[in-house]
Structure formats: structure tokens, C-alpha cells
Nanobody, 117 residues
Framework: QVQVVESGGGLVQPGGSLRLSCAAS????????MGWYRQAPARREFVAAISWSDGSANYADSVQGRFTISRDNAKNTVYLQMNSPKPEDTAVYYC???????????WGQGTQVTVSS
């Protein structure tokens, strides 16, 4: 069994900051990468991902320079630091874990982020 649990969502003002966390646990052989996606209103889009082996990160153009993804290997946890969020960043944020072998994916239940004054 593998569990993926997000936390840290909530209401944030435009220009503020918020940090999301995602912890993976259970029968995990080796993590390939972890990432964040968001869904609003009808499609799920990529936000950011980080390689577990070397820490290299990728970002969607819409969040580049504002959001930062990081990891804690010892805790099997990934973070998303959201700086200067905009109303259009409002969405349910989902964490995805991929494990080796095979890059099989697991998803968390999602956490709501609302950017509003």
C-alpha cells in the first residue's frame, strides 16, 4: 500500500505566500519523482516536478519564477512554495508520486488553494 497525502492548502491573498506539502508513505521501493498538478475548473494541468535522484526541477511557464518545488528525501516529502500567487492560481492542487521500477504513479486526494483578497 502506498499513501500520498497533501496538506497546506487554504486561502491566500494575491501577492502573499503559501507552502504545500506532500508526504508519501507505505511500500515504496524507490521514488522516481514527485510533482504537483492542479485542476480548475475541468482540466488537470502540470505545475512542477522534481527528480528524486538529482533534485532537478521543471515548472509550468505560468508559475516559473513564482513557485519553487523542493524535496526532503529522508521524509519522502515534496513541497511547493507559492510566492506572489494570483487569482488564476486558484485550484485544487494534487500531488503525484512516481516510483520505480516502471514509473507507476500514485495521486493524493488534493488540497484546495484559493487566491483572493
Amino acid at each position: 500500500q502506498v499513501q500520498v497525502v497533501e496538506s497546506g492548502g487554504g486561502l491566500v491573498q494575491p501577492g502573499g505566500s503559501l507552502r504545500l506539502s506532500c508526504a508519501a508513505s507505505g511500500s515504496i521501493s524507490r521514488i522516481s519523482d514527485m510533482g504537483w498538478y492542479r485542476q480548475a475548473p475541468a482540466r488537470r494541468e502540470f505545475v512542477a516536478a522534481i527528480s528524486w535522484s538529482d533534485g532537478s526541477a521543471n515548472y509550468a511557464d505560468s508559475v516559473q519564477g513564482r513557485f519553487t518545488i523542493s524535496r526532503d528525501n529522508a521524509k519522502n516529502t515534496v513541497y511547493l512554495q507559492m510566492n506572489s500567487p494570483k487569482p488564476e492560481d486558484t485550484a485544487v492542487y494534487y500531488c503525484r508520486l512516481r516510483i520505480l521500477p516502471g514509473n507507476y504513479g500514485y495521486w493524493g486526494q488534493g488540497t484546495q488553494v484559493t487566491v483572493s483578497s
